[in-house]
């Protein structure tokens, strides 16, 4: 599988500090980043949003604004999901990488490579099936969900946190092999919910028989 580092980007150059804001609003007119870094004397100091430079005076230079910088950064040995991590909690869609020793500055991660990095996980190129559980925040046990899957032959390609609500934790599961429907009905055993919809799931086609019964026999 390519690796991470692989997708680090030079194809821009950073923009100097001592570069005017009309060239910068010039190069963000010509690119569609929301942020690119910035250097002073090949040092990263911060990264300018495309969404800020509009608002700057064009005669005046990046410096004049350098407490309008973003500090946001990843460092070389960050695993993808980190990177993600970045992307996500300062909304951008190129986030610069530095070396982890000496700091220095080697490129640019951009948002359309690492999800395609994503895309050749076995999470997602693996074929298998998706399961959204939920339960209370303090009952659920990973050791506990891998256990079920596996008792029931199936294999684990993927299992991340899909949301957290008051009390209770959504998790989406990427299972290859094993029977759907015994693991689906194993998890309600232990008392997960099912917030996913599968049509191998033997309960919901029970209550759904029922309930045609019933409403045909009210019908009569």
Known sequence: MTEINDYISNDYPALACDST?????????????????????????????????????????????????????SRKS????????????????VVPVLDDETNAYLGYYELEAIVKFFYETP??????????????INDYSMSQITQIIESNNGRVLGVFISDVQNESIEITLKIAMGPMNDIIQTFRRYNYEIVSEHQEDQYLINLKERSDYLNRFLNI
């Open 21 to 73: 804001i009309a060239a910068t609003q010039d190069f963000f007119e010509a690119e569609s980043f929301s942020h690119f870094p910035v250097l002073n004397e090949g040092i990263y100091i911060g990264s300018i949003a495309a969404d800020d430079v509009e608002t700057l005076d064009s005669d005046k230079k990046l410096v004049d604004y350098r407490y309008a910088l973003e500090g946001f950064f």
């Open 78 to 93: 960050m695993m993808w999901l980190d990177v993600l991590e970045v992307f996500a909690k300062n909304h951008c869609t």
């Open 123 to 136: 999470f997602l190129k693996e074929q298998g099936g998706v399961i959204v559980i939920r339960k209370g």
